[in-house]
DNA sequence: TTTCAGCTTAAACAAACGCTTGATTGAGTC
DNA sequence: GACTCAATCAAGCGTTTGTTTAAGCTGAAA
């Protein structure tokens, strides 16, 4: 617990490190709430009382700060989707539910509504070097939950798999990224921002749509083997 | 007739349409590709190879050349979707196939691989702006679809329809915006810039979903009314 | 008290941004 | 042949961008 504001500005470094997180919970929000390239430098050190130059001090560059804010929440996503994903297997039968799985990858992602607005811009922005900063922190989890959906649903073959993961991220990032829209095409009664109720409706429709009939006709090749299991969930860079 | 430059240079105005739909193209193309702030005026004017005052000619500003841009496909993939709808309905059985509409729905928007990315781009850029504008000329149509839905499903409430009609948008967003990652992530085994096979994937996907049972508990109030029925397409701005 | 690294500051940098200007072009009209 | 006018051009407008500089401040160690 700690106390602010007039009275003692908290724990440890009271300079450097409030600057920081100043800094890093301005940038954001900022940059979910107009983008990255939408948000400039000086909004989010005006937004956060600090100088721009420190924003250099801290993190190198603008990239540098993306990358912070993105690490900031990321690492704990990840983590707590496995420690659920682990729960799952714990639990009463040995295969694991198929809609235990599909909650446990949705609902760490889903909690902050403001750094799951980020990830989905980020998503949509499909430049390389975005591409390669979600993966690095991302490839790892994802692979685990395609193996436990795998054993969840041993009759699907791999490609149909992974075809229906790429909808559940789909329906995710969508749902992250635009409550407003829902909102107004429901007369207010659907509100995403509300991410209980969300999951409440998104879990079984996905569960609904991954048990469908697999795709019958292979129209080119055959069929991919799953890519994973690397043991690190993310290295720094 | 109109004859120019070295042999014919096609129709009309061999001068103002040629410089407009370069501009247009261009800036389709490097706007879906870095995004619109992204991708500044003069990389699109030099991209076109024309003057940037010829974009403030033509279309006034960078925002107006957005909406051009914006304009130009979504009329006719508006338009294609309520043909493919209305086929839907002349078919055999009266009430039409939850997959047809959905295809009938998906479809004409996935055509067009570069302009999907842009409206992926767009879908993610939560701003008020940009949301208006997107619904200006889209709502008419998701409404006319969100009708035969309910008509297929005539068992689900509206609140559940809404919701899992935002969830197929969001896959289709997703999958428009994101060909690299599931590529990357099956091993080049999944392609979504192949079109055809993305829907045959994502139909029955999304069918299946539909076809859930409705979730049971009401958390808060009563179900909404659906919002539709406007005459208009859209209007002009 | 002096020292010194950690941190913050105001000020400025070059580059890029969207947009405007005034002159120039060339086909159509009388 | 003079005139009109949509269309294009080179050049530059003022502003904002990310980043850097150099000086100043602070709190703890020496």
Redesign the interface.
Known sequence: MAVTAQNAEVVIDPRGESTRTRILDSAEYLFSE??V??ASLRTVVAHAGVNTAAVHYHFGSKKGLLEAVFARRTITIAEERLNLLEECREGEGRPPLLQQIISAFLEPGMRDATFA?LR??M?????DET?AL??RYF?HS?GQFLLALAEALPHLP???L??????M???????M??????Q???????D?SDME?SL???V??????????P?P?A?TNI???L?IDRSKPHEEG
Chains 1, 2 share one sequence.
């Open positions: 107009h983008g390239n939408g607005r989905a811009r998503a949509a922005d499909a430049s591409r979600m993966a490839d994802s791999p490609r149909d992974h075809w229906r993961f790429h909808f991220l789909g329906t995710m990032v969508y749902t990224a635009n409550p407003r829209r829902i107004a095409l429901t007369n207010n009664a659907c995403p109720a409440d409706y998104l079984p429709f996905l569960a609904q749509g991954f048990e469908a009939a795709i006709n129209p069929e991919p083997m890519k």
